[in-house]
């Protein structure tokens, strides 16, 4: 009886976890910068989009559950020209997809796991992230190499126009991440 009774307590203890943390993205302090690069020669061009919302959960020493929403509609560049095509058909028609949404399953070890919804295309992603947690605070960070073509963006890709010259463009691009989460933010 006493053996059972042992074996029960252990599963019950083993069985139990603590209930995940849901962690609210602090829009203002977080940074989302992309990086878009030409095939031929140096040309990176570099702006910001904003997240418009997000959160997570932090439970057992690890995140997951998370959704993130980026407001496509504040894609900036210095160059306005630049801006306003980014903004267009060619490339991400936010009038027609406003928002674009990652959503976290899990993270393995550095790498975070989910799905990038992008013009109303889903793909599977995969990312390294550092995750750094003081008291009620999380800080997610790290840069996601995305392909524009999987979601619909084929604007002078040499991978589906010929003889582009200096004009094709890299179908990946860098997005980077510095985003801070709270337990206490109220959701927006």
């Not at 030409?38 to 959960?57: D, K, M």
């Not at 998370?66 to 160059?79: K, V, W």
């Not at 190499?145 to 990946?172: E, K, M, P, W, Y």
Request: aromatic content about 12%; charged content about 20%.
């Amino acid at each position: 009886m006493k053996t059972l009774f042992f074996f029960l307590l252990l599963f019950s203890c083993l069985a139990f976890r603590p209930a995940p943390v849901v962690y609210r993205v602090d829009t203002a302090a977080s940074k989302l910068t992309w990086t878009g690069y030409a095939e031929v020669g140096s040309w990176a061009p570099s702006g910001t989009v904003q997240l418009r919302q997000g959160q997570l959960e932090y439970g057992g020493n690890t995140l997951r559950n998370g959704r993130f929403e980026i407001d496509m509609r504040t894609i900036a560049h210095p160059n306005p020209d630049l801006q306003n095509h980014l903004r267009g058909t060619d490339f991400f028609a936010v009038e027609q997809f406003p928002t674009a949404v990652f959503e976290l399953r899990e993270v393995v070890g550095t790498e975070a796991v989910g799905q990038l919804t992008v013009k109303g295309i889903t793909r599977p992603l995969r990312f390294p992230v550092r995750i750094t947690r003081a008291g009620g605070t999380l800080r997610v960070q790290g840069t996601a190499s995305v392909d524009r073509t999987q979601f619909g963006v084929q604007f002078n890709s040499s991978s589906f126009f010929q003889n582009l010259g200096d004009h094709a463009i890299r179908n990946d691009f860098q997005l980077a991440f510095d985003m801070v989460a709270a337990t206490g933010l109220a959701k927006q």
